[in-house]
């Protein structure tokens, strides 16, 4: 089955060090999403990318980076984790373009900060 | 700037007991509505796309429905596994590729 693999399903970091979080996909969409989603709250929009093109929200802040070397995988790196990065991070994509515009979720990886 | 509110934020249903969940929208221009269904500790899994006004889906016990204003996910005679989050959420012309969600409603079954 196509889908949107997210790996590791946890991952667990020390203040200050570096984290990389990976998002593969097999339907072969052209954007690609990172979210970020604390506890009761809805996903909050950090960046996407539309084939190679990267399109950053305002609001995310500097710590947080992407990667997307090829169609299928896309990266997040967090360079400093903070204890307020502790969260939910979801990676979606869609078809993108006038074509239809659901996203289509992965599992998702739980980051703890200690 | 869109706007999605859901209501209520948290709702409570007898095995059986019917029921609807509403999520109001105010956006420019609207390219679809979505809602999602998300389980604690998973991502939000997509259950239906609805384009325009009248447009109805269904799928096993739920059905959605949309207005100009609002859409609503009908549950009938829901079971415990019905119990989840439910998202909805919009995209505009103006939006590009980027959804606006609602905050989301919690349904809790009982048996």
């Known amino acids: 089955d196509a889908m949107v693999i997210q790996n590791p399903r946890y991952q667990v970091t020390q203040f200050g060090k570096p984290v990389t979080l990976s998002c593969s996909q097999t339907l072969n969409h052209n954007v690609m999403y990172w979210y970020q989603q604390k506890s009761s709250q809805a996903p909050k929009l950090l960046f996407h990318y539309y084939d190679k093109d990267f399109n950053n929200e305002a609001d995310t802040p500097d710590n947080f980076q992407s990667r997307r070397p090829n169609t299928s995988f896309c990266f997040l790196d967090i360079r400093s984790p903070g204890l307020g990065d502790a969260a939910m991070y979801l990676c979606?994509?869609?078809?993108?373009?006038?074509?239809?515009?659901?996203?289509?979720f992965g599992p998702g990886t739980r980051l703890t900060v200690t | 700037e869109d706007q999605v509110t859901q209501s209520p934020e948290a709702l409570r249903l007898q095995e059986g007991e019917s029921s609807s969940l509403n999520c109001s929208y105010t956006v420019s221009g609207l390219r679809g509505l979505f809602w999602y269904r998300q389980d604690p500790g998973k991502g939000p899994e997509f259950l239906f796309t609805?384009?325009?006004a009248g447009e109805e889906k269904e799928k096993e016990r739920l059905k959605a429905t949309l207005t100009k204003k609002e859409s609503f996910l009908h549950i009938t005679a829901p079971k415990p596994e019905d119990s989840a989050t439910y998202l909805c959420a919009v995209i505009s012309k103006a939006a590009g590729n980027k959804l606006t969600f609602g905050g989301g409603t919690r349904v809790l079954v009982k048996p």
């Open positions: 609805l384009y325009s």
């Open positions: 979606a994509t869609s078809r993108g373009g006038q074509g239809s515009h659901e996203q289509y």
